[in-house]
């Protein structure tokens, strides 16, 4: 084990056992039995404390803050050449919610945010309702960090170069659920050639997370007619597994 790797090791075991400590004063202080605290997982604290030395090629050790540099001094792909800025993803953290679209467009490129073009709007009507927000308790993020150009389909190169990226991202994000938008997205996050219209509907699991597919907003605002209806179905499900109120209903 390295140096860096023990000294992470041996602050999580002080963070537990400050805990302990914590159980300890409160029984001093209150006189009363206490339950001990649980074991915790305290890797999110000891990566900002003492993260791993950045390694470019290596984004699964990296913190939040060592994972948006790599992706903004990324040149893994093509993408690089003809992007205006990074499209990292932003929202809280942790997150409840994480929506995973295709790729950056016009606006995203312009600002470097996520989600603030027309679709993103749209996007947000779809949450709003729910109690749902990037402010609150949604990160939105894409699997390709950069614009392609003319907003063509991302090619299957540049999808497996900001994989990595994308990984390393829903590890830290730590959402209870992932809520995949549009095909690319689906298709590259749960390794498939089917397609939304045969994927919505029911769970999958990604390292454990439980996700749901449904339509990107883009194709939404083209196809209203069709798709807007498969959409509510969908969200009904993301409400009903994060407890959420729907409109119109008490609980
Ligand atoms: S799309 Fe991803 S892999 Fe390609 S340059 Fe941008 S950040 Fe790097």
């Given amino acids: 084990m390295s140096n860096i790797e023990e000294k992470r ?63 903004q001094e990324c040149t893994r792909c093509p993408l690089c050449e003809t992007r205006t800025h990074t499209v990292f993803g932003e929202g ?6 994480l929506v995973i679209g295709e790729s950056p467009g016009a606006d995203e490129d312009a600002t470097g945010r996520a989600f603030v073009g027309k679709a993103g709007q749209y996007l947000d009507t779809w949450l709003t309702p729910l109690g749902l927000s990037r402010e609150t308790n949604v990160y939105l993020s894409n699997i390709i960090k950069c614009r392609p150009p003319e907003n063509r389909t991302p090619h299957v190169n540049e999808i497996s170069s900001c994989l990595p990226f994308v990984r390393r991202q829903i590890r830290l994000v730590k959402p209870e659920l992932i809520l995949l938008i549009g095909g690319v997205a689906s298709k590259a996050l749960l390794d498939t050639d089917k397609g939304v219209g045969e994927l919505r509907g029911r769970f999958y699991r990604y390292e454990g997370v439980p996700v749901l597919v449904t339509y990107h907003p883009a194709g939404v605002l083209r196809n209203m007619e069709e798709l807007k209806r498969p959409v509510w179905e969908d969200l009904k499900k993301v409400a009903a597994f994060l407890n959420l109120t729907l409109p119109g209903r008490s609980r």
């Fill in 9 to 71: 090791e041996a602050l999580a075991q002080d963070l537990q056992q400050f805990l302990y400590y914590c159980d300890q004063a409160e029984e001093m202080i209150t006189g009363k039995e206490v339950t001990p605290s649980p074991v915790m997982d305290f890797s999110s604290l000891v990566d900002e404390i003492l993260p791993l030395p950045l390694d470019k090629d290596a984004p699964e050790g990296a913190s939040m803050k060592q994972l948006v540099r790599m992706v």
């Fill in 92 to 97: 809280a953290l942790p997150s409840r919610l």
